[in-house]
């Protein structure tokens, strides 16, 4: 059990992730200086002014970059990809995602299953994800490979886009439609 829990910690400080699965970094997002300071070094980019809070995910860190004033609420899930090139999630400033947002950059190879477990194989190459300055996601919604949200653009609660939203344009429902202009 000890050399177990020693693997676990020397793990959770290396790992390219943060989440309530990394317990030995996860407790740093309860206090706001310390949340900063792993975010830094955990992320492509982080700024002294935003947020993610306790509950956040976030896996590939080093393949996300955060800019400024962005708040990232409990339950958010960032899948971030190792084969992107560049960023795999790009989120500008003054973005405000909801609770339990969640943002994927791939999909399994579904119709490449040999041997009747999708989990162990492949992914499709990934599909970079950006949410451009002072857009706003909406809790739950989960936003699919290669989308961008437009500037202020608002994405309503537990929507699911698959289609990249333009500036300015408010969109919801599954799959996330257009309903007026912000
Ligand atoms: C998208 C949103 C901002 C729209 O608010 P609004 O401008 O006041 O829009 P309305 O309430 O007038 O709704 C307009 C229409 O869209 C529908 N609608 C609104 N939000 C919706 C949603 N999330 N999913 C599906 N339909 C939605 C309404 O039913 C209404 O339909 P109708 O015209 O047929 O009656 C809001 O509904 C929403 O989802 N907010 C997110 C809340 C949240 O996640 N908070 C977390 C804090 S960060």
């Known amino acids: 059990m000890i050399k177990e829990l020693i693997e676990k910690i020397k793990f959770d400080l290396n790992a390219d992730r943060i989440g309530p699965d990394i317990p030995f970094t996860h407790w740093n997002l309860f206090f706001h200086k310390r949340m900063v300071k792993l975010c830094k070094r955990k992320f492509s980019s982080f700024s002294d002014t935003s947020g993610v809070r306790p509950g956040v995910y976030a896996v590939v860190c080093s393949k996300i970059s955060i800019g400024r004033n962005v708040i990232i609420r409990p339950g958010s899930m960032l899948f971030g990809d190792l084969r992107s090139q560049g960023y795999s999630i790009i989120i500008e400033d003054n973005v405000l995602l909801g609770p339990c947002v969640q943002i994927y950059v791939n999909n399994h190879k579904f119709a490449k299953d040999t041997n009747g477990n999708i989990y162990h194989d492949d992914h ?5 994800v950006i949410l451009r300055k002072g857009c706003w996601i909406g809790a739950n919604a989960i936003i699919l490979p290669g989308v961008e949200i437009g500037e202020y653009a608002i994405v309503g609660a537990g929507s699911i886009v698959a289609k990249s ?5 408010m969109v919801v429902g599954n799959p996330a439609r257009f309903i007026k202009n912000v």
């Open 165 to 169: 939203v333009s500036q300015g344009m």
């Open 124 to 128: 499709t190459e990934p599909k970079s």
